[in-house]
């Protein structure tokens, strides 16, 4: 089945410093790709919709310039957390639906980041 | 924003009993209505879903069961195994923008 790979899958960073975040597709191209943020032992929250080759669609309540999203290919999109706090703590996880508009989402492995 | 409301939050179930998670949605344009499996520390995987069109869906030995009218649905865990315990969520939404449910925490005892 169709892969989507994240990196890293956990960063530790200092307050004040910008991670960023990768998630690819490995064996299908992707003009959308969606991020999520899950809390500890809560659900996943949508921060917004990349999209290849323009903008990035965000959600109510997402800052845009905290949360900086680049879709430059078609199998790679990338999350930086700009100015990173330790409110910013939290399992990031990227998804991309399927070639065959079927309604499945694939997802990443996560990436956990730790704020100090 | 619209919600999906899931219960219960926990579950403990006794190896090859049958587990039952329930959904319920609010926004009738929903039309993809999928459950996630997910493991601590990685991200969610497919394991079975539904268009309203149908009232029920069996993959091995998960079932969804949809009751439009209602505006509920559920997963259904047939023969439970230890290796099933993890988080379940469920979803809805259409054309991929998918709101989540709160998770279900499984626990299936050996």
């Known amino acids: 089945g169709a892969v989507v790979s994240q990196h890293p899958s956990w960063v530790i960073c200092k307050s004040g410093t910008s991670v960023k975040i990768e998630c690819r597709s490995l064996d299908f191209q992707a003009t959308t790709m969606f991020w999520y943020r899950q809390f500890p032992k809560q659900s996943l929250m949508l921060m917004a919709t990349s999209n290849e080759g323009s903008k990035a669609t965000y959600e109510q309540g997402v800052e845009k310039d905290k949360f900086l999203i680049n879709h430059a290919s078609l199998t790679l999109s990338t999350l930086t957390v700009t100015s990173a706090h330790p409110e910013d703590s939290s399992f990031y996880i990227c998804?991309?639906?399927?070639?065959?508009?079927?309604?499945?989402?694939?997802f990443g492995e996560g990436s956990r980041l730790t704020v100090l | 924003q619209q919600q999906v409301k899931q219960s219960p939050q926990s579950l403990i179930v006794q190896k090859g009993g049958i587990s039952i998670i329930n959904c319920a949605y609010e926004n009738t344009a929903f039309d993809y209505f999928p459950w996630y499996q997910q493991f601590p520390g990685k991200g969610p995987a497919l394991l079975i879903a539904i268009r309203p069109d149908v009232s029920e869906k069996k993959e091995g030995r998960f079932t969804i069961s949809f009751n439009k009218s209602a505006k509920q649905f559920s997963l259904h865990i047939m023969d439970s195994q230890p290796g099933d315990s993890a988080t379940y969520f469920c979803a809805a939404g259409r054309t991929y923008k998918y709101i989540f449910g709160t998770g279900t925490r499984l626990k299936v005892l050996a």
């Open positions: 998804s991309a639906p399927d070639r065959g508009n079927t309604g499945e989402l694939f």
